[in-house]
């Protein structure tokens, strides 16, 4: 497990504090995580540069508009 699944499940046992539209954000910044993650690892021959960069700044938006950092 790692931080970003641990602080999710932290905070869906908060649930009564954080609407469902912020938990459904949070699994959705968790699952391309590790889509992005993936992507990394294993490299797929398709998986351009300019893809790459592409993830990345999807997934940096969506970490900015969660603010992970108060999770």
Same mark, same amino acid.
């Given at each position: +497990?790692n #931080? ?6 932290? &905070?869906?046992r908060?649930?009564? &504090?954080?609407?469902?539209?912020? +938990?459904?954000l949070e699994q959705l910044?968790y #699952? +391309?995580d590790r889509l /992005? *993650?993936?992507l990394e690892e294993? #490299?797929p021959s398709? /998986? ?6 592409s #993830?990345?700044?999807a997934?940096?938006a969506? *970490?900015?508009?969660?603010d992970l950092?108060?999770?």
């Amino acid at each position: +497990m790692n #931080a970003l699944q641990a602080r999710i499940q932290a &905070s869906t046992r908060c649930s009564d &504090s954080r609407s469902t539209a912020e +938990m459904d954000l949070e699994q959705l910044v968790y #699952a +391309m995580d590790r889509l /992005y *993650h993936l992507l990394e690892e294993y #490299a797929p021959s398709w /998986y351009t540069e300019e893809e790459r960069e592409s #993830a990345c700044k999807a997934l940096q938006a969506l *970490h900015r508009q969660l603010d992970l950092s108060k999770l």
